[in-house]
């Protein structure tokens, strides 16, 4: 039988790369979801479509947009560079950031219709009790919608490890350093090698699946209403 | 302890909905003030400006000398700031907290009530005075409607709210249940002394709480005072039929004598006796109101006294509290089961009307 030598490398790197992107956009894209479901300023509507753009523009011009705003020569890759040591693109931060930019616009989709769904009368009742907004967010808002917020982390996290396209126009294929899993299917296909591309092919979709399958199950159990 | 509010807010059509405006001058002292009309009429809509969570365009709202809004000076106090207890409609308890979480909520929500043991000492004793002690550790989920209301009564007392405001408290609950709360209600107004304001599209429960009343209907109050003086005094007749409890007749005015106190009153080919008129004249037309229930059926053939009508009767059905007969011009009366079985088989029935209960509205 023939022995396969795989480097996990890619696994590794690439639940490393989701579980800080998930962190990122659970509390970034959360704050961003209250303010889409529960406040109304001027330019929500602007806002709501500059999150939905990533959804539909092509990972090549995302890509390119972030190469251009995190390069070295913009004024955000110079602060990073000046904070840090060392420019953004081509490291496996980068990743982070494309794995964000892939899962951020469902997740603040979905959070902000899933705290739409908290009813207002919970949080109205806080109020007139005399909890401010935060604390009307902390213990009465949240708890309510954990089951949908967390079955969309689940999501987030899932979809987190599946970015391609970005990952490789900013973080670029370096073995060992930002060679995510999708990006180390590519480069096994590309290369011929076709068992490793099976291997790691399996290894993505069962992870997946692991992730989807308590997120239904905790998505599906229905909020309570007011009356319950 | 009063509320005054002036409140004007205009809502803009959208969708199928018309354009709506309320305008509404409040005033409540403490007791329970109902506000009573259809739904869509505004009501809880002067709920949410009283609470903060609804902005008036114009107006003023003051609760016990303190300005909770003005529009004229921009004065918006946050709903936290306000200290209004507010029962929603199905109560809002906390599903993900047990009855004393819910209590907890509160009390530590105001820093106004410091210190964990002044705290608990407030909380043990609502619990108490709304026999919750046993049920203290259970999730809403777990209690009935009743205990349900009760605690979410309990839980706007924590803070010594300076206004209660209800939002129909007993819409889904049974009749038992019901008589249970306004007792429970009853008793805690005795005890706060605030203003209550309690929304009701329920005739009954407008009639059995009410210290006040404001009759809403689109947008505006149709009339408002004390609960006698707007259910046996109606400003006209549209306002005597939404009240649903009055026969209306048409009637002119034959005689007056304010030295006896009476008048005399033509009812179609009848003559009746009323009460003495103040601010009418002989041959004034107009409509006499009779409440339906202090109306006596009699069977035909007896000798005919003053103040009777004979009429057809047009029909009957059966009611909790007797039998409902309806007669010609749209006359109501009830009579008990037992008093029905004299009548029965008869087309044309004496219906008596008290002279005391008469109450004559101008065109």
Redesign the interface.
Known sequence: MLALAVDWFPLWLSLRVAAIATICVLTLGTALAYLLSHKSFRGKHLLDSLITLPLVLPPTVLGYYLLVIAGRASPFGHIYEGLFGRPLVFTWQAAVVAAMIHSAPIYIKAAAAVLETV?Y??E?????????EW?TFW??TL??AWRGLSSLAALSFARSLGDFGVTIMIAGNIPGQTQTLSVAIYDAVESGDGSLARVLVVVVSALALALLWPAAYLSRKSR????? | MSVDARLIKRLRAMGDSDPFELNVHLRAEAGITVLFGPSGAGKSLILNCLAGFARPDEGRILVNDRLFFDAATHVHLLPRDRCCGYIFQDHALFPHMTVRENLWFAAASRPALNGRLNRHRRINELLEAFELNELAGRKPIQLSGGQKQRAALARTLVNEPSLLLLDEPVRGLDARLREGFYEVLRRTCGQVRVPVILITHDLEECFQLADAVCLVENGRFTQSGSRDSVFKRPANTEIARSLGIYNILPAEIEALDPSRGTSRLRVFEFELEGPYFPGHLIGDRGFICVPSSEVTVKPPGGPLTANCLVLRLSGQTGSPRGVRLQFEHDVVATTTESDYKALKGNHELVVEIPPSLIYFVGK
């Open positions: 009813d009368r919970f109205w009742a806080a109020q007139s009790l005399g909890a401010s604390r213990r009465v708890p309510l309570p209403a007011a009356s319950a």
